[in-house]
């Protein structure tokens, strides 16, 4: 069974930082390119960062360009997302999401998603 699950969320001060992990289940991950999407209240869903199979191509939301670093450990099976110099309006609930090989920032072209982690910035 295919299965994402992300972890590390929590409540954090602004200037604070957090690791967001997200765990595959399946042993093709490695040929997965992965994502980050967040959905704060009464908002639609966004992309925040991601990035190719090979690691090699990582995209980010304007919003979060040089804060946030997407990466991938596939000995792990597992992609993370390093959150630094956090706002309180990325104060969300923050989704992983896998499709096969190549990034997108359209989240409709998800395949897999997991259940999504709350992150909250207090100011």
């Known amino acids: 069974q295919v299965q994402l699950v992300e972890s590390g969320g929590g409540l954090v001060q602004a200037g604070g930082s957090l690791n967001l992990s997200c765990a595959a289940s399946w042993l093709s991950f490695r040929y997965y390119a992965m994502a980050w999407f967040r959905q704060a209240p009464g908002k639609e869903r966004e992309f925040v960062a991601a990035?190719?199979?090979?690691?090699?191509?990582?995209d980010y939301a304007d919003s979060v360009k040089g804060r946030f670093t997407i990466s991938r450990d596939n000995a792990k099976n597992t992609a993370y997302l390093q959150m630094n110099s956090l706002k309180p309006e990325d104060t969300a609930v923050y989704y992983c999401?896998?499709?096969?090989?190549?990034?997108?920032?359209?989240?409709?072209?998800?395949?897999?998603w997991g259940q999504g982690t709350q992150v909250t910035v207090s100011s």
């Open positions: 999401a896998a499709r096969a090989l190549v990034e997108t920032r359209n989240n409709d072209e998800y395949e897999h």
């Open positions: 990035l190719r199979w090979t690691g090699s191509s990582a």
